[in-house]
């Protein structure tokens, strides 16, 4: 059983359980070295317990969790909370799904897979602002400084707006005015221009369609009038032509 930390020891904030409200990213490998170093800070404190379990990872390498509650001595709940410390401070990774669905619920059967320490071969610092750049532009289609007020991290525009306008030199991209009601350089994808123009010609049938307050599309009271609306799991927008009109969830109810 997990004891009272001693006086002292450093509580890591990833001591939380983990939820139906955890956040999980997916990402390609081959992305995975730009997207660390274009989030990366210091490290986040961790616990005694996941401490030594970053030891072990340290020395002998991928683990399963067999192995790591032999060598540790831990129950199978401190070594969950131990490994669900490491992995929402990105210091772990495992193999498969099966073990990282074994920390987001205990009573799920224990998954099979590797643990071990999450590390890249990096010889120098990893330059991100182009390939996140590029990536806001496929997310979104069109890019301009206020559309990135959500985006956590966001590196300053000036620094963006400099890989824009080198793209846009090069013929890949399309700078212009594309977004009347928001002022400064714009860019966009091709496709996407081509999207907005294909849109303005179809008629308004009252389409609804009903998001996540967490989706990326939840630009209330960013990109349209009116409050913003907290990317809470519990928050549903329904947007009519395009345009929010409704709010379901716990807001709603407040």
Not at 104 to 131: H, N, Q
Request: charged content about 25%; overall charge positive.
């Amino acid at each position: 059983m997990m004891g009272t930390p001693r006086s002292g020891a450093i509580v890591s904030p990833f001591r939380h359980p983990p939820g139906r409200a955890t956040p999980i990213t997916l990402a390609r490998r081959d992305d995975l070295e730009w997207l660390l170093e274009a989030t990366r800070g210091a490290p986040e404190p961790v616990g005694d317990r996941a401490r030594v379990l970053l030891a072990l990872l340290e020395q002998r390498g991928a683990l399963f969790p067999h192995e790591l509650k032999a060598q540790l001595g831990f129950e199978k709940r401190e070594l969950y909370e131990s490994l669900w410390e490491l992995v929402s401070g990105g210091r772990v990774t495992c193999d498969g799904f099966a073990a990282l669905r074994s920390l987001l619920d205990s009573k799920a059967p224990g998954g099979s897979g590797r643990w071990s320490l999450l590390r890249l071969a990096v010889v120098e610092r990893t330059p991100f602002i182009e390939p996140l750049a590029k990536q806001y532009l496929r997310r979104y289609g069109i890019v301009f400084r206020d559309l990135l007020a959500r985006e956590p991290r966001s590196p300053p525009w000036r620094e963006i707006l400099q890989i824009y306008r080198r793209l846009e030199a090069r013929g890949e991209i399309r700078g212009g005015r594309f977004a009347q009601a928001f002022s400064g350089e714009q860019f966009a994808l091709p496709e996407a221009v081509d999207a907005l123009r294909a849109v303005r010609r179809l008629p308004k049938d009252q389409e609804r369609i009903s998001l996540s307050a967490c989706d990326p599309l939840n630009f209330a009271g960013i990109l349209t009038p009116g409050a913003r609306i907290p990317a809470q799991p519990q928050n549903r927008i329904v947007y009519v032509d395009g345009v929010p009109q409704e709010l379901t969830g716990a807001l709603a109810a407040s």
